[in-house]
């Protein structure tokens, strides 16, 4: 099995940032992917960055220069910078894994439990 977990999300003045992070634990062979989403009430879930094991990192339209997505693969963790944040980044931010677990076999996605970002003055 494999577990995430998520921390660092919370309250931020318009224009502020805040750091999340999501650390990937278990039966892990590698991680070819890791990825953020976000929810917002009433909208479905969209991706906001990605990032490959080899650092290719591509990024939501609406964040691109204010947010940044970096991994340390020794810790299978993966992070979200975000910096001039705006009162339409408020949601529930999910980091996901693609995880292969041993030689051979296709990756399996894996969900953190979420992380609720509020920008509001």
């Known amino acids: 099995q494999v577990q995430l977990v998520e921390s660092g999300g919370g309250l931020v003045q318009p224009g502020g940032s805040l750091r999340l992070s999501c650390a990937a634990s278990?039966?892990?062979?590698?991680?070819?992917?890791m990825s953020w989403y976000r929810q917002a009430p009433g909208n479905q879930r969209d991706v906001v960055a990605t990032i490959t094991n080899n650092d290719n990192t591509n990024y939501k339209d609406s964040v691109k220069g204010r947010f940044t997505i970096s991994r340390d693969n020794a810790k299978n963790t993966v992070y979200l910078q975000m910096n001039s944040l705006k009162p339409e980044d408020t949601a529930v931010y999910y980091c996901?894994?693609?995880?292969?677990?041993?030689?051979?076999?296709?990756?399996?996605?894996?969900w953190g439990q979420g992380t609720q970002v509020t920008v509001s003055s």
């Open positions: 996901n894994a693609a995880v292969k677990t041993a030689p051979g076999t296709r990756t399996t996605p894996y």
């Open positions: 278990g039966s892990i062979l590698s991680i070819p992917l």
